[in-house]
């Protein structure tokens, strides 16, 4: 078992910026792929940004290239998402994910566990 914890959401005002953190505890946090989603009211849970754990590799959502960065620190058991440059469609609520994959990362099924998640909001 992998337990999730978002912190770091609140609200800020369009090109700001905030740092998400998502503490994991339980099994290796290290052999797992850790990705990061958003929900909006009314819409689908959609894919922001993966990174896989036996390369490294990261993905990311198209609409967030650039301006998003995924990262990871297994020594501290943490990821992180680096979000500047925000816009007002970027409100959600974010969830972090462990997946034991390394392919198919972008899509939620492929992932074991989920934190609580936490709000995000940006004003124009």
């Known amino acids: 078992q992998v337990q999730l914890v978002e912190s770091g959401g609140g609200l800020v005002q369009a090109g700001g910026s905030l740092r998400l953190s998502c503490a994991a505890s339980?099994?290796?946090?290290?052999?797992?792929?850790v990705g990061w989603f958003r929900q909006a009211p009314g819409k689908e849970r959609e894919f922001v940004a993966a990174?896989?754990?036996?390369?490294?590799?990261?993905y990311y959502a198209n609409s967030v290239k650039g301006r998003f960065t995924i990262s990871r620190d297994n020594a501290r058991n943490t990821a992180y998402l680096q979000m500047n440059s925000l816009k007002p469609e970027d409100t959600a609520v974010y969830y972090c994910?462990?997946?034991?994959?390394?392919?198919?990362?972008?899509?939620?099924?492929?992932?074991?566990?989920w934190g609580q998640g936490t709000q995000v909001t940006v004003s124009s």
């Open positions: 339980g099994r290796t946090f290290s052999s797992y792929s």
């Open positions: 994910a462990a997946s034991r994959y390394t392919s198919g990362v972008s899509t939620t099924y492929r992932y074991d566990y």
């Open positions: 990174f896989t754990w036996s390369s490294g590799t990261t």
